[in-house]
């Protein structure tokens, strides 16, 4: 089992939809928690931490289920600007692992 | 004003040479990291230094070798490099290694390396 899985996708959802991606993970001492946003051919960027309790920022819901050992992402009203790939990053001892990313293309 | 900035952005060289790319944070972090990003878009991680110290070296063949002179410095120097080689690197830094403070990786554009 990979340290942290996501939906490869892509997910091809129309403008103004809502749409949400799971993350899991496999080693249950991780710590914290993000969410960034690749853009092709550019730098990882953050996009959110996650947070036990959920967090909010704007459109995006983030959300943490440590017993099952996932966390996930929600987009409301999804803009063009979202498309992207979006990578679940976990970090433990010592170490910071990525998954391979979720890429979402929001269609006029 | 670039937080993490990394040098050059597009390396092109032939295979056996050896090369360098720098990377430097004026954030003042204590941790730096090398990634590397193949053609499947995976980023793995392959060094990381806290304090100039290393603290992962994953399984990288040790043609790879990273050197820290300072906190705010990482660089990544290349032997006898392969057509496999090819990928794209990026450093990043975090504020403090004791994950439970929630630092995030802030990252380098990264440097797009091909191997001919």
């Known amino acids: 089992r990979k340290e942290v899985e996501q939906d490869p996708g892509p997910f091809n959802v129309p403008e103004g939809a809502t749409v949400a991606f799971n993350c899991t993970y496999s080693n249950s001492a991780s710590q914290s928690f993000f969410w960034y946003r690749q853009d092709c051919r550019k730098e990882p960027k953050l996009l959110m931490s996650v947070y036990s309790s959920g967090n909010e920022d704007g459109r995006f819901t983030a959300q943490l289920n440590r017993a099952s050992q996932y966390i996930s992402l929600l987009i409301r009203d999804s803009k063009l600007s979202d498309s992207a790939t979006y990578l679940c990053v976990v970090r433990g001892y010592q170490k910071v692992t990525f998954g391979t990313g979720t890429k979402l293309q929001v269609i006029p | 004003d670039t937080a993490v900035s990394q040098t050059p952005k597009y390396l092109v060289t032939q295979m056996g040479n050896d090369k360098s790319i720098k990377c430097e944070q004026n954030l003042g972090h204590d941790t730096m990291y090398w990634y590397k990003q193949d053609s499947k878009k995976f980023l793995k991680i392959m060094f990381s230094?806290?304090?100039?110290?290393?603290?992962i070296n994953e399984t990288v063949p040790n043609r790879f070798s990273p050197k820290s002179p300072d906190k705010a410095h990482l660089n990544l120097h290349i032997n006898s490099l392969e057509l496999g080689d090819s990928a794209v690197y990026f450093c990043?830094?975090?504020?403090?290694?004791?994950?439970?403070?929630?630092?995030?990786?802030?990252f380098g554009n990264g440097t797009r390396l091909t191997v001919t």
């Open positions: 230094y806290n304090n100039k110290e290393l603290i």
């Open positions: 990043a830094s975090s504020q403090e290694w004791i994950p439970s403070y929630n630092s995030p990786l802030h």
